[in-house]
Antibody, heavy 117, light 105 residues
Framework: QVQLVESGGGVIQPGRSLRLSCAAS????????MHWVRQAPGKGLEWVAL????????YYADSVKGRFTISRDNSKNMLFLQMDSLTAEDTALYYC??????????WGQGTLVTVSS | QLTQSPSSLSASVGDRVTITCRAS??????LAWYRQIPGRAPEVLIY???TLQSGVPSRFAGSGSGTDFTLTISNLQPEDSATYYC?????????FGGGTKVEIK
């Protein structure tokens, strides 16, 4: 069955960097686009980034453009999110999700990022 | 931008509830609905406005066009106590509505 497992979250100081990972299994990873979506504590869902199935295109929310980079390694069935210049507003549970045309059909359980001094 | 209403509602088991999602401008039929049970990841219920995701109970139904879309839950069940989000896909980005919290009386 499809499984997505995020890792790499933690407590990080403002201005520092963090790299999240998402391990995919149970499907042909290299044929699907992948999203990162985040959810601040007690808040709604906010889309972060999308990467094409082959890594050829990337799209970002305005709130993270220039600071976050989405990437993937299809040989290892892994998705990544490099987060630089973190601020308190980036504190959230970060989900990876499989793109199914216009929506997300599978979600991981999320990894929590807390930006605090 | 997507605006959901109501922001919260309370209903009894067996009731029928309706949640509305209004877009700030006309959008394609790429409108999806998710349920997020507390402490869990979201799960897709409906996509392309009215297509039921495989495995989702038929008590969930979606409809709408243009700027106004609706999620209807018939025969509300205890496990439907959750927050529901609509989502559109435009210019390779996802936009979510603010959410509707459904409480079971």
């Amino acid at each position: 069955q499809v499984q997505l497992v995020e890792s790499g979250g933690g407590v990080i100081q403002p201005g520092r960097s963090l790299r999240l990972s998402c391990a995919a299994s149970g499907f042909n990873f290299g044929t699907y686009g992948m999203h990162w979506v985040r959810q601040a504590p007690g808040k709604g869902l906010e889309w972060v980034a999308l990467i094409w199935y082959d890594g050829s295109s990337e799209y970002y929310a305005d709130s993270v453009k220039g600071r976050f980079t989405i990437s993937r390694d299809n040989s290892k069935n892994m998705l990544f999110l490099q987060m630089d210049s973190l601020t308190a507003e980036d504190t959230a549970l970060y989900y990876c999700g499989r793109r199914q045309r216009s929506h997300v059909d599978y979600w991981g359980q999320g990894t929590l990022v807390t930006v605090s001094s | 931008q997507l605006t959901q209403s109501p922001s919260s509602l309370s209903a009894s088991v067996g009731d029928r509830v309706t949640i509305t999602c209004r877009a700030s401008q006309g959008i394609s039929s790429y409108l999806a609905w998710y349920r997020q049970i507390p402490g869990r990841a979201p799960e897709v219920l409906i996509y392309s406005t009215s297509t039921l995701q495989s495995g989702v109970p038929s008590r969930f139904a979606g409809s709408g066009s243009g700027t106004d879309f609706t999620l209807t839950i018939s025969n509300l069940q205890p496990e439907d106590s959750a927050t529901y989000y609509c989502q559109q896909f435009i210019n390779f980005s996802l936009t979510f509505g603010g959410g509707t919290k459904v409480e079971i009386k």
